[in-house]
């Protein structure tokens, strides 16, 4: 457990949540997958989807399925979400994930998300989760600008009264990188989510964490 006396780095920590805290990567591929099925559209791969994860519905259908008419893209979200809701009880938090937590919370920073995920979506899984009462804040992508748009992260600053130099993005996606570096703050990337390492480290994070455990370390010692 981290000192609490221990000066701080940074006041605000923001998170990602699907690939970073939650192991939700693979679900997300295969129901994208599923819907395009459904609707009878080409089938993109496993990299084509998984590199939509953490953009708003809208620009991740548009990039997932650029064939798909616009007007159909009401109908490829609901059977998106018919199949992930199907299955999302089986996907779990990563090992690690609520030590690290309680230890950031210790150490008194102030928590959030930042997701792409729709407010609906991120309610259910913090509650499934158990981790509704953990984040000081939370913004997902149907109440405010989509990632990379830095509103999300300027958002949750404000709410906070954090300042930019004092404020770490931690995501397992270019566009988590793009969206800190759009706010002006410091990133931490996560290799064990959806984007390759060698797409994120071309935004000179401050760290590649290849594991949980590497993360949970790297934040013990230097967030």
Known sequence: MPDPTRLRRFDLIAFDWDGTLFDSTALIVRSIQAAC????????????????IGLGLMDALRHAVPDLPVERYPELGRRY???YVARQHEVVLFEGT??????????QHWLAV???KSRMGLDEA???AGLREVFDGTRTADETAPKPHPLMLQELMAETGAEPQRTLMIGDTTHDLQLAANAGVAAVAVGYGAHPVEDMRRFSPLFVAQTPRQLQQWLHEHA
Do not use: C, F, I, N
């Open 126 to 128: 913090l509650e499934l």
């Open 98 to 107: 609520r030590d690290m937590l309680a230890g950031l919370k210790a150490r």
């Open 81 to 83: 979400r018919h199949h």
């Open 114 to 116: 930042a997701t792409g």
């Open 37 to 52: 099925v459904d609707l009878g559209m080409p089938v993109p791969s496993d990299a084509q989807a998984a590199y939509v």
